[in-house]
């Protein structure tokens, strides 16, 4: 495993060959790590930026907030549309396609306006093994992800989180609630609130690692440790 400074070295060193970039940060370890690194290598030339939806979970916005101020980035927040477009709610296999579409569509023109080189997100070289529609949306809009170009994975992102002592360093993985729709069921801001009600409620009775399913008829599949 790699140490902490090495990896350190070798993200900012990456980082540092752009003047200036925005960073797709959620409340997740990923990205708040890409976020934290940015900061320290371009300062006030980078900006974090958190899309708000539906589909995002209670609390996150609020955590994403914390941790932009406590790393000292200067945090922006856009609201995506996704729930407008049709292949979107219709929920097929590549819904996270259509997903981040729009929202890297939204850094597009933020970028545009902050006059901003790069956007960046949080894919690290472990996510590029799984089953991700996403990834085909942020090669469409050239973004950057200097997790995975510095060869980076879940473990080596935990140790700098950890080394940089951020809040997120030990925080389960948390994927949009969208993701809690079974395939061809649509998906409604209605349903993925039931959904984000039960997770809480599971959340305030001691559970840390948790997911809710829904599927047709409205049933719940409960999943936890």
Known sequence: MRSFESLQNELLSFISQFESCAVA??????STVVAKAAHLALGENS?????????LASGELDDARRIAAE???????????EFDNPLYVQNSKDRC???KTELYSQLDGL????DVQAVFNGTNTDDLGDYRPGLKAASEHSVVSPL?????????????????????????????LSSRIAYGEEVTPERL?????????????GFVNLRVRYHGGDIARIEVP
């Open 111 to 114: 970028s545009e306006s902050l």
């Open 148 to 176: 995975a170009e510095c060869g980076m994975n879940k473990r080596d992102v935990r140790v700098l989180a950890e080394g940089w002592d951020l809040p997120t360093w030990d925080k389960p993985a948390s994927p949009c």
């Open 25 to 30: 940060m959620s409340a997740g370890v990923d």
């Open 97 to 99: 396609y259509h997903c």
């Open 47 to 55: 900006i974090a930026v958190t899309a708000t939806s539906a589909s």
């Open 193 to 205: 609130q039931m959904v984000d009600q039960a997770e809480q409620w599971l959340k305030e009775n």
């Open 71 to 81: 790393i000292g980035i200067v945090h922006r927040v856009v609201e995506t549309n």
